[in-house]
């Protein structure tokens, strides 16, 4: 168990440039969560996989975000067109239930210039 | 909609006393569970302690422990015995168990230094 590794741990884009970031979580673990951290706040929710469906998405994920799980393993957030609001802490997480937490990852911070 | 309210922005304790961080939620579920985590600067956000809300029983582990008040909608967590390394934001996070969504709300953050 090598815990939730996130990739890159630091992204700098230009603005109006695409990004994509990679989440590997516990490889037991059937849920998958995405969450957007800013400085001072806490995490606050944009997605999340059991298994390999994409079961709830948060009004913060606008159309220039996706996300995917292929055969519910990895999981890959992708932001089209970049903005500076976007930066921010992007956190995975997994979960083999829902009543023992989640297991986050390092996370990927994204500063859009 | 469910809300999680820290109020205490920071907080500061001696090595080797006890502190409390305060935590509010507000929802009209009687089904969740509740979360203590902990973010060390620079480094990935751990689970410190957990609390089902059916269950009265205040939950421990180790050093932390919390006052679990349901009527109250308050969720606060003990570290006793700070250590050095205890330093980092905490975030009390609430999950739903009733309205079919997955996500867990999260407050703002308590950043806890502890002095020497």
């Known amino acids: 168990d090598t815990g939730v590794s996130q990739n890159p741990r630091h992204k700098i884009t230009k603005r109006g440039q695409n990004v994509t970031f990679r989440c590997d979580p516990i490889s037991e673990h059937n849920r998958l969560y995405w969450y957007r951290q800013t400085l001072g706040q806490g995490p606050e929710f944009l997605t999340y996989f059991q298994n390999e469906a994409q079961l709830e998405k948060s009004r913060l994920l606008s159309d220039r975000f996706s996300a995917e799980r292929p055969k519910g393993s990895f999981s890959t957030l992708e932001i089209q067109r970049t903005e500076q609001g976007d930066s921010a802490m992007y956190l995975c997480a997994s979960s083999l239930g829902q009543a023992k937490g989640y297991t986050f990852g390092s996370g990927t911070r994204l500063t859009v210039v | 909609a469910q809300t999680v309210t820290q109020s205490q922005p920071e907080m500061s304790v001696q090595e080797a006393e006890t502190v409390t961080l305060s935590c509010t939620y507000d929802?009209?579920?009687?089904?969740?569970?509740l979360f203590w985590y902990k973010q060390p600067p620079s480094r990935q956000m751990i689970l410190v302690i957990r609390q089902e809300a059916y269950k009265q029983q205040n939950a421990t582990e180790n050093r932390f422990s919390v006052n679990f008040q349901k009527a109250a909608k308050s969720f606060s967590l003990k570290i006793s015995d700070s250590q050095l390394g205890d330093a980092a934001m905490y975030f009390c996070a609430y999950r739903t168990l009733t309205s079919g969504t997955y996500k867990y709300i999260f407050g703002t953050g308590t950043r806890l230094k502890v002095l020497a």
């Open positions: 929802t009209s579920e009687s089904d969740y569970y």
